[in-house]
C-alpha cells in the first residue's frame, strides 16, 4: 500500500502552468521533509525542490527556481507543487518523497514514495 500519492499531471502548453499534490497516509507527515522528484526519458530521477517538516525552509534545484513553488499544509496532510512557465524539459514524471528529519537531495535517504504523475509539457 502506498504512503504518498501524486496527482495533478497532465499535457500543458509551454509557458503554461499545473499545480501538482501529494496526499500521504499511514504516516504522521508533519515527521518529514517532503521532497519532489522527476525523471525524463532515458534520465535518472532528479532531485527538484524540498520542504522543511515545519516549511519554515525550502530548496529548489536550479533548473527550477524562480518557476517552481513548493508548499505543504500538514494538517491536511498535503503537499503542492506549483510550476510556472513551464519549458518542454520539464517533462517527465513526477514524485513525491518523504524523509524523516531535515531536507536532502539524495534519493536514498527518502523512506516513503509515490506512484509518480505524468507532466508532458508540448505544443
Known amino acids: 500500500q502506498t504512503q504518498l500519492v501524486e496527482s495533478g499531471g497532465g499535457l500543458v502548453q509551454p509557458g503554461g502552468s499545473l499545480r501538482l499534490s501529494c496526499a500521504a497516509s499511514e504516516f504522521t507527515l508533519d515527521y518529514y521533509a517532503i521532497g519532489w522528484f522527476r525523471q525524463a526519458p532515458g534520465k535518472g530521477r532528479e532531485w527538484i525542490s524540498c520542504i522543511s517538516r515545519s516549511a519554515g525552509s525550502t530548496n529548489s534545484a536550479d533548473s527550477v527556481k524562480g518557476r517552481f513553488t513548493i508548499s505543504r499544509d500538514n494538517a491536511k496532510k498535503t503537499v503542492d507543487l506549483q510550476m510556472n512557465s513551464l519549458k518542454p524539459e520539464d517533462t517527465g514524471v513526477y514524485y513525491c518523497?518523504?524523509?524523516?528529519?531535515?531536507?536532502?537531495?539524495?534519493?536514498?535517504?527518502?523512506?516513503?514514495w509515490g506512484q509518480g504523475t505524468q507532466v508532458t509539457v508540448s505544443s
Open positions: 518523497a518523504a524523509k524523516f528529519g531535515t531536507c536532502g537531495g539524495s534519493r536514498s535517504n527518502y523512506e516513503y
